[in-house]
């Protein structure tokens, strides 16, 4: 397995100039910033969450994000309000939109919420799994933070503001531990460097307007219609052993990379193909039929969608017939092995999958084809089992908290690998031990384990949560 980088929970927000972040208050701004407000840096704003159980959306219209110096008027780095499910980011980066401010100093941060909806999984002993839903009524829709680094903007750089969305703590529950509709926003922001890891983009899903062969790139349009040129090289891996050659013009890909200095071009570490003739969805596997041996169809619940008019509906859950000639994938493994860990077979609630067909059937979710199936990392937040470790085996016992967890019932079987990031202060597998469960996100594949036909998730990392 390559192209492997450690991943964090957020989306992402490009904005286009250039900005050195100073987390750290290691930089600083040159004294022309101040006085020629005409330069501009690029800012990339980067949301994550950590979703209570059951909750399988948290859409909310961000209206506006802006940063101030205290003084100035404020500079927004968002393009225009857009609906963000951020119950959908927990381990994964998106690029959300991509804008440009004035070089700087900026310490607040303001950030305007519109409208907002909760859904949610409702489960029935013997029944699929469905959706509900409920408008969220939040206790403020306009929320400032102090920025604990100042954000020092450069003309020339490209840097990384953190938006953490902490919906654990945001969402209010009842004496019953039940969902009261009620959201009392709890933000973070933090500044990252030029040279953060975690700047990288992870997964962007986009339509492909144009190809230049010639030049060995191409050109996507993403969600919000501003079109990016991706550039391949000679480390560029594309999935399935395709190439630029099988791109066209009703291509939908997933690409994965970092930016090019400066530029809205992005430097590909890997490009996979979702659709090759019209519509792609992506969400998760709710419900398998039948649940042993090959399914002749799944439940999924849809969390995205290009274009936007499939005919499937985000939020809710399409019944996706299979006959059997579908192409199964796993997105960033490499092996010819693929089919033996993913199949009709090895289809499992709690699976985030993405699906691909003919627009032209799409118009009813009981009638989509589907002509390919592939897996994606999928990130969770919980507890490690104390004494579940067994450093001999490379597993330990993991119990997530959030809606896939619902759908495991139960303590899931984690494997780690010679390539597994352990992140937050986590050194290897022997660090977690002890009587006490420890906070942890775990980021990675769900597998059905085909002796017994329960998910085990395979680790691209772990990391310990403060």
């Known amino acids: 397995m390559k192209c492997i980088h450690g991943l964090r929970v957020f989306m ?5 100039a250039c900005v050195a972040g100073c987390s750290s208050g290691s ?23 950590a979703p209570l159980p059951s909750v399988v959306s948290f859409a909310v219209n961000l209206q506006s994000i802006t940063l101030s110096n205290g003084s100035a008027t404020p500079v927004p780095i968002l393009n225009g309000a857009q609906t963000v499910d951020f119950a959908r980011f927990n381990g994964l980066s998106t690029l959300l939109d ?15 919420l519109g409208s ?22 939040l ?4 929320v400032t933070i102090n920025l604990a680094s100042p954000f020092v903007v450069n003309a020339g750089d490209m840097d990384a503001l953190r938006f953490d969305f902490d919906l654990r703590q945001s969402i209010q529950v009842d004496a019953n531990g039940q969902i009261t509709g009620q959201v009392t926003p709890t933000l973070d922001l933090k500044a990252l460097s030029a040279s953060d890891p975690e700047n990288y983009i992870d997964e962007f899903d986009a339509g492909v307007v144009s190809i230049d062969a010639a030049s060995n790139s191409f050109v996507i349009q993403g969600p919000h219609g501003r079109q990016y040129t991706v550039q391949l090289t000679s480390n560029t891996e594309f999935e399935n052993g ?12 997933q690409v994965s990379g ?21 519509y792609w969805a992506a969400g998760l596997i709710t419900n398998v039929t039948p649940p042993q041996g090959a399914a002749n169809g799944f439940n999924l619940y849809v969390r995205a969608e290009l274009p936007a008019d499939t005919g499937l509906t985000l939020g809710q859950i399409a019944n996706i017939n299979l006959n059997g000639s579908e ?8 092996t010819p092995l693929t089919n033996f860990f993913f199949n009709p077979s090895l289809l499992v609630p709690g699976q985030h999958i993405s699906i691909g067909g003919p627009l032209s059937d799409a118009s009813n979710p009981q009638a989509v084809t589907v002509h390919r199936i592939v897996l994606r990392h999928e990130g969770h937040t919980g507890e490690w089992v104390a004494g579940s470790t067994n450093t001999g085996n490379g597993t330990f016992q993991f119990n997530s908290n959030g809606l896939a967890g619902v759908l495991f019932n139960g303590p899931i079987t984690v494997y780690t690998t010679p390539v597994t990031n352990w992140l937050g202060g986590l050194t290897g597998l022997s660090d977690l031990s002890g009587n006490s469960a420890i906070s942890i996100r775990v980021v990675g594949l769900v597998l059905k384990n085909p002796t017994n036909g329960n998910p085990v998730f395979i680790a691209r990392s772990v990391e310990e949560l403060q």
Do not use: R, W
Request: proline residues 5%.
């Open 12 to 16: 992402m927000v490009a904005v286009a």
């Open 27 to 49: 930089g600083s701004a040159p004294s022309s910033s101040s006085s020629t407000p005409a330069q501009s840096g690029s800012v990339y704003v980067l949301g994550t969450d």
């Open 98 to 112: 991509f804008n440009s401010i004035p070089a700087g100093t900026y310490t607040t941060a303001t950030i305007t």
């Open 116 to 137: 907002a909806t909760l859904g949610y999984l409702s489960t029935q002993s013997g029944a699929a799994p469905t959706i509900a839903s409920m408008p969220a009524t």
């Open 139 to 142: 206790t403020q829709s306009v």
């Open 242 to 253: 395709e190439s630029i050659t099988n791109l066209t013009t009703s291509s939908i890909v």
């Open 258 to 278: 970092s930016f090019a200095p400066n530029s809205q071009t992005i430097s590909a570490d890997c490009v996979g193909i979702l659709s090759q003739d019209g």
């Open 327 to 334: 192409m199964y994938f796993i997105y960033k493994m490499h």
